[in-house]
């Protein structure tokens, strides 16, 4: 099983900060298959990133996510007040069990 | 717009069964792979199962294998998840979600349902 570590557990930043979160893989994983996805109180998860660096559909450039192997990253260049929310790395590529993160809480300063 | 709509939760005392019914909308269904997924009150996200297009294969995790079935229906474009001897650890919102991937290749989870939560409790 490969398990994801995210860090930190929780950002606190003002609006306009960057904000860099990382995602850290027990086993390598293929960048291809790295996805992060925001969650919102109350909602379900919304795809951001896929492929480690690839945005999804109708996602915003100030998203971007990186990495290879055992470190990944997604990084918010600006934040707006609709980012405040909870973040999750996933690797899908592996054999089962597919695995999540712990979670990001970025909230605000 | 592709979408997914969760039914079936509910609450159920201990050692009770519910089925999870998500149906589609929007997308071919039969082409892709679909996952159930949960999350505890305040926890973090558990994948539980998926099942690929044509329901030829099936994996568990650890925590519910043996009590969770998942299952298909193409024509119906639609999900279940059969859930029995449920646990009060059960206790969570479920989310049927598209993924990973279809019959080509591997995929996120591009399309989650809105959840439906299930609780167990005596």
Same mark, same amino acid.
């Given at each position: 099983?490969?398990?994801?570590?995210?860090?930190?557990?929780?950002?606190?930043?003002?609006?306009?900060?960057?904000?860099?979160?990382?995602?850290?893989?027990?086993?390598?994983?293929?960048?291809?298959?790295?996805?992060?996805?925001?969650?919102?109180?109350?909602?379900?998860?919304?795809?951001?990133?896929?492929?480690?660096?690839?945005?999804?559909?109708?996602?915003?450039?100030?998203?971007?996510?990186?990495?290879?192997?055992?470190?990944?990253?997604?990084?918010?260049?600006?934040?707006?007040?609709?980012?405040?929310?909870?973040?999750?790395?996933?690797?899908?590529?592996?054999?089962?069990?597919?695995?999540?993160?712990?979670?990001?809480?970025?909230?605000?300063? | 717009?592709?979408?997914?709509?969760?039914?079936?939760?509910?609450?159920?005392?201990?050692?009770?069964?519910?089925?999870?019914?998500?149906?589609?909308?929007?997308?071919?269904?039969?082409? &892709?792979?679909?996952?159930?997924?949960?999350?505890?009150?305040?926890?973090?996200?558990?994948?539980?199962?998926?099942?690929?297009?044509?329901?030829?294969?099936?994996?568990?995790?650890?925590? +519910?294998?043996?009590?969770?079935?998942?299952?298909?229906?193409?024509?119906?474009?639609?999900? &279940?998840?059969?859930?029995?001897?449920?646990?009060?650890?059960?206790?969570?919102? &479920?989310?049927?979600?598209?993924?990973?991937?279809?019959? +080509?290749?591997?995929?996120?989870?591009?399309?989650?349902?809105?959840?439906?939560?299930?609780?167990?409790?005596?």
């Amino acid at each position: 099983e490969t398990v994801l570590t995210q860090s930190p557990d929780t950002l606190s930043l003002s609006p306009g900060e960057r904000a860099i979160l990382s995602c850290r893989a027990s086993q390598s994983v293929s960048s291809k298959d790295l996805a992060w996805y925001q969650q919102k109180p109350g909602q379900a998860p919304r795809l951001l990133i896929y492929g480690a660096s690839r945005r999804a559909t109708g996602i915003p450039d100030r998203f971007s996510g990186s990495g290879s192997g055992t470190d990944f990253t997604l990084t918010i260049r600006r934040l707006e007040p609709e980012d405040f929310a909870v973040y999750y790395c996933q690797q899908y590529g592996s054999s089962p069990p597919l695995t999540f993160g712990g979670g990001t809480k970025v909230e605000i300063k | 717009q592709a979408q997914l709509v969760e039914s079936g939760g509910g609450l159920v005392r201990p050692g009770g069964s519910l089925r999870l019914s998500c149906a589609d909308s929007g997308f071919s269904f039969g082409d &892709y792979y679909m996952s159930w997924i949960r999350q505890a009150p305040g926890k973090g996200l558990q994948w539980l199962s998926y099942i690929s297009g044509s329901g030829s294969t099936i994996f568990y995790a650890d925590s +519910v294998k043996g009590r969770f079935t998942i299952s298909r229906d193409n024509s119906k474009n639609s999900l &279940y998840l059969q859930m029995n001897n449920l646990r009060t650890e059960d206790t969570a919102v &479920y989310y049927c979600a598209r993924g990973p991937g279809d019959t +080509v290749t591997t995929g996120p989870f591009d399309i989650w349902g809105q959840g439906t939560m299930v609780a167990v409790s005596s």
